[in-house]
Each structure stands twice: as structure tokens, then as C-alpha cells.
């Protein structure tokens, strides 16, 4: 395989989040889908633990996660230049579909066609979202499988059942993380 230059790989990233922004319908997880079937599977420029990583500060930062992925993409891949065409590569396309939308708002509100497709493409979406969480759980699932298992277990029953607010589950899971790096693996060495 030909090495990139610079400009080449910049452009790459553009067009590639460009393509995924647009025609990705979902919000930020079906996107993240997107991301890494394009950029872990097809072009080999990240792994799949690197995937895992990336959504995990995507989540964490503030923002849609769409955007944060991609500029955590850019950042590994290009650095700042990475940063700047990934995060336009990735904004440009809702930006305009809104855009357009609010000038033909009232047709589009009263039009029926439009109301039924939005309502059909709900099952699409969820159905990704699924496949999404599958495909993220295999790969938290290598390693600790049972402490994996009961933490998002746990996380899930507190925030559906007992309405936890999910900041608290988070800051929850920092602290275990945080003893299980600190405490339990120095009493381990």
C-alpha cells in the first residue's frame, strides 16, 4: 500500500466524515457504528480497542458525540489538522439538512410522506443502536468478563429501574476505576 502524504490523508478524513455524517440518520452511536466499520474494518487506521477508547472520551467530553469522535479520530490520526477536518467533515452535513429544513419547516411539518418516512426509519435506528451495542460489548467483553458484565448490569438497573442520574453512575464507575487501578493492582505487584 501507497504511503499518504499529509494532504492526502487530511482530505481522506474529510471526505470520509463527510460521507458518514451525511448519510448516517441516528444520532451519535450510529455514527460511532459508522466510524468504525470505515475507519477499523475497511481502511485499518484504528483497532478496535481504539474504538472503545474513542467513544469512551466521545461520552465523556461535552457535545454530540458524532463530533467528539471525530475529532479524537482526527487528533490520532492527523493532530490538529485532524482535528479541523474531521470535526467540519462532520458538522457540515447536519448543518445544511437543518438549514434546509427550516426554511421549508411548514411543508415539511404538514407533509405526510415525510411524517410516515421519519416514523418507518425509527425501526432502522434502533436496530442500529442495538448492533452497536453488541458489537461494543464483544469487545469490553475480552477481558474481566464477570467485573464487565456486572458494572454495565449495575449501571443499566440503576438508571432504568431506580432512576439514578447517569453523572452519578459515571462518577460510580470513575472511583471503581480508580481503586481497581490504584489499590488493587498495587496490592497485585
Not at 487530511?10 to 440518520?25: G, I, K, V
Not at 474531521?86 to 411548514?106: D, E, R
Amino acid at each position: 500500500m501507497k504511503k499518504k502524504t499529509k494532504i492526502g490523508l487530511l482530505w481522506e478524513l474529510f471526505l470520509n466524515t463527510l460521507y458518514l455524517s451525511a448519510f448516517t440518520f441516528g444520532g451519535g452511536y450510529v455514527i460511532v457504528s459508522m466510524m468504525k466499520t470505515r475507519f477499523c474494518d475497511q481502511l485499518h487506521y484504528i483497532d478496535e480497542e481504539e474504538i472503545l477508547n474513542l467513544v469512551a472520551i466521545a461520552q465523556s467530553a461535552p457535545g454530540a458525540i458524532a463530533v467528539n469522535g471525530a475529532i479524537v479520530l482526527g487528533y490520532k490520526m492527523a493532530g490538529i489538522p485532524g482535528i479541523l477536518v474531521c470535526a467540519l467533515g462532520t458538522i457540515i452535513p447536519p448543518f445544511v439538512i437543518i438549514y434546509v429544513i427550516s426554511i421549508f419547516y411548514n411543508a415539511f411539518i404538514t407533509n405526510i410522506f415525510i411524517k410516515n418516512m421519519l416514523v418507518g426509519m425509527r425501526a432502522g435506528v434502533g436496530a442500529l443502536i442495538v448492533s452497536v451495542v453488541y458489537d461494543m460489548g464483544k469487545g469490553v467483553m475480552k477481558d474481566h468478563r464477570l467485573r464487565n458484565a456486572l458494572i454495565m448490569m449495575g449501571a443499566f438497573v440503576l438508571n432504568y429501574f431506580g432512576h439514578v442520574n447517569i453523572a452519578y453512575i459515571v462518577i460510580g464507575c470513575i472511583v471503581l476505576s480508580l481503586v481497581d487501578t490504584f489499590l488493587i493492582k498495587k496490592v497485585k505487584v
